[in-house]
């Protein structure tokens, strides 16, 4: 079987668990929405999580991915695990003892630290922010934890433990709401953040500690080659993999600044961007990373390319139309989801304005977290790191032109973002040619040009669809907002199937492929 197939049969059941995750994910948002609508506590609440996240993606979330994975699944490739577990032990032991100095740190300093997520908030807010920012301190150091468990799951390609672990923690944190909120406010939604992090770390133990039974132990072998090796490529991925979390801290902290509910519009514009982001370029990216490190450590130049450039193709095709489709149906998907209890209609109109500035950069966003992988893959950061500082300071001054040149507050903040991550994209896969030579940059173009074709007629029919049910419907009731959204989808995804298979595109059979039932039943992915 070729790696595309066997790439396809992974992917789909990673996808299906992903969309459990940010399903869940999204009806978190809803859930802080109804009960506490988008006012100066939520902006609070939402910026508090930024710097704890960035702990995260500092020692764990990039160094993992870009540094760990590689080395530790090119030990695996060449038949040598007791080894691989060596360099784990000294890797996590490192980690472990990093995380609670830093955790305990940034606790202490939180006071300090506090204008870096929220410079406007003042008084009450201030405070607020401080209190959720040390117990967050405490859930990414579980959080970072399951982390470290994750990349052994996915350094031996299994995949469901990883995707269940943040089912359980976005289940925690609605537990929290719905059972806490009346007694302790916002903070409910802290405490179950705790809980859910402590789930997310013990779904990962079984699966690890019979991996390395006899083989880990608490090791600080600091000298060994590998290990070396990993904080190499570690050092520049860090900056690479943090571009998202610490750009998206840059523009949270503006708009704390800005009108009340501008951090939460920006919130939930991302939340319903990523919903597509997170199932497809994510899940893509999780079964590519192992798969391309190990045909890079067989120096398999072809087979990478094929897999590559498959990923890539297959992702864009899904995410070019979610992009039009979230512009289009913006304002609906948003009343139907978010629009009762505390949430108003302005507010609607808030997020609605994030979701379609959000969109502009969805496909790029999704290319640049494949291209992250591939980089990853061929351990070679140096290249990731240039990237990516130019882009956290792209983002920063177009985020502060826009807000100065024109009058769209929040929106101006996301549209600077989704510059950034098109120039982004541009700047990996021109920097990916040097590696790999030919990109077969005709047929990556060709599938764009058709993918925007087709998405152009679908948003066509699903924005008039949506529009002639929302005159017949009562757009007060749940029943009418379900109606209009899904008059526009239907005919959205139908539109965009029929104009793909008229085009022939081929990357319409490997999404397919990816949802086929059969998936779930391939045995490498569920171990």
């Known amino acids: 079987m070729s790696h595309s197939r066997r790439m396809a049969r992974t992917a789909g059941l990673v996808m299906l668990l992903i969309l459990a995750s940010r399903l869940l994910g999204l009806v978190r948002e809803i859930v802080i929405a109804k009960i506490f609508g988008m006012t100066w506590e939520t902006d609070v609440f939402r910026n508090a999580f930024n710097l704890p996240d960035l702990m995260y993606f500092l020692l764990v ?36 003892v990093a995380l609670v100095a830093m955790a305990t740190l940034g606790a202490l300093l939180t006071p300090y630290l ?26 990414v150091f579980f959080t970072a934890l399951a982390g470290l ?53 013990a779904a990962q133990l079984p699966f690890f500690v019979r991996k390395a039974a006899g083989r880990f132990r608490p ?15 570690m050092g520049p991925s860090v900056v690479a993999l943090s571009i998202f979390q610490i750009s998206f801290t840059i523009s949270a902290n503006l708009a704390s600044a800005l009108a009340e509910g501008s951090a939460s519009a920006l919130r939930i514009g991302q939340q319903l961007v990523q919903l597509p982001l997170g199932i497809f370029a994510m899940g893509m990216g999780t079964v590519l990373l192992p798969t391309l ?107 502060l032109l826009l807000l100065y040149v024109t009058p769209w507050g929040h ?11 098109i120039l982004n994209a541009v700047h990996y896969l021109r920097r990916l040619r040097r590696h790999i030579g030919n990109i077969r940059f005709v047929p990556l173009l060709r599938s764009i040009v058709q993918a925007s074709f087709a998405s152009l007629v679908m948003a066509v029919g699903a924005g008039g669809a949506a529009h002639a049910v929302g005159m017949r419907v009562d757009l007060g ?51």
């Not at 994750?150 to 923690?169: D, E, N, Q």
């Not at 140096?382 to 177009?398: C, G, Y």
């Open 61 to 96: 979330g990039g160094g993992l991915n870009a540094a760990f994975i590689p080395v530790f699944t090119s030990h695996l490739a060449k038949g040598e695990e007791d080894e691989a577990w060596r360099v784990a032990s000294t890797f996590f032991s490192v980690t472990t």
């Open 114 to 139: 506090a204008p870096l997520v929220g410079y406007g908030f003042a008084g009450p807010a201030r405070d607020l922010l401080i209190d959720l920012m040390r117990i967050l301190f405490g859930a």
């Open 149 to 201: 468990g994750m990349g052994v799951h996915k350094s031996y390609k299994s995949f469901t433990a990883p995707m269940v672990g943040p089912i359980l923690y976005n289940g925690a944190i609605i537990a929290g709401a719905f059972t806490l909120a009346r007694y302790i406010g916002i903070y409910s939604m802290a405490v179950g953040t705790v809980v859910g992090a402590v789930l997310n770390f």
């Open 219 to 233: 090791r600080f072998d600091l000298g060994h080659p590998s290990l070396i090796r990993i904080f190499q490529l």
């Open 293 to 399: 490190s190990e045909l890079a450590a067989q120096r398999d130049l072809d087979a990478f390319r094929e897999t590559f450039s498959t990923g890539l193709r297959a992702v864009l095709f899904i995410t070019i139309p979610a992009a039009f489709g979230l512009a289009v149906l913006s304002v609906p998907i948003v009343r139907l989801l978010f629009e009762s209890g505390e949430f108003t209609a302005a507010d609607t109109q808030m997020a609605a304005v994030a979701v379609r500035c959000y969109a502009v950069g969805l496909g790029a966003q999704a290319a640049g977290q494949i291209l992250v992988q591939v980089f990853s893959a061929l351990q070679d950061t140096k290249a990731l790191v240039r990237v990516s500082l130019l882009s956290i300071v792209t983002n920063t001054a177009l985020s």
């Open 411 to 421: 929106g101006a903040l996301a549209l600077a973002w989704s510059v950034t991550v």
């Open 477 to 527: 009731t749940p029943a009418g907002r379900l109606l209009q959204v899904s008059a526009g989808v239907v005919v959205g995804v139908v539109l965009y199937g029929i104009t793909a298979l008229a085009l022939r595109m081929p990357e319409l059979r490997f999404a397919l492929s990816a949802f086929r039932r059969r998936a779930a039943r391939q045995p490498s992915s569920s171990e």
